[in-house]
């Protein structure tokens, strides 16, 4: 027994992001070779195999939302209804993830923002990982 207190677990385990200023930038890899970016960082370039040449990047902390969905039956360990969806970062990166919001009020093509939050309790206690969430069509250039 550890008397109930239980760090909370991350998803991925490398915990590949850096948090500034309330801003989550998550961390891929850009091959040398091809100029293909990947998340999360690979040792091997995806798209060439350049087994060399990989640099850690900074990815932009605000992409377009390519398509979502709102999910209503789930395994064990996640709270219902909640919206996952495509987001395609400027780098050339398709993420897929949870978004913090209704999907009746999410629109393909908008703006959102990475962020970092809980996104299933498992028995030890909560699964951190990054998300979006969305921005209002004002805010969207200013964070950009
Ligand atoms: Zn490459």
Request: glycine letters at 14%; charged letters at 15%.
């Amino acid at each position: 027994m550890n008397g109930g207190t239980s760090s909370p677990a991350y998803f991925p385990a490398s915990r590949p992001w850096t948090e500034a200023g309330g801003m989550v930038r998550l961390h891929g890899s850009k091959c040398a070779r091809c100029g293909v970016v990947a998340f999360p960082p690979h040792p091997m370039c995806p798209s060439c195999g350049a087994e060399r040449g990989q640099h850690v990047v900074e990815l932009s902390g605000v992409g377009t939302l390519y398509t979502f969905s709102e999910i209503h039956i789930a395994p064990k360990g996640f709270a219902t209804p909640y919206a996952v969806g495509y987001v395609d970062l400027p780098e050339g990166v398709r993420l897929f993830g949870q978004i913090d919001a209704k999907a009746s009020e999410l629109k393909i093509g908008q703006q959102v923002a990475v962020t970092l939050g809980p996104v299933r309790a498992d028995t030890g206690g909560a699964v951190i990982s990054y998300k979006f969430k969305a921005l209002a069509e004002g805010n969207a250039k200013g964070i950009a």
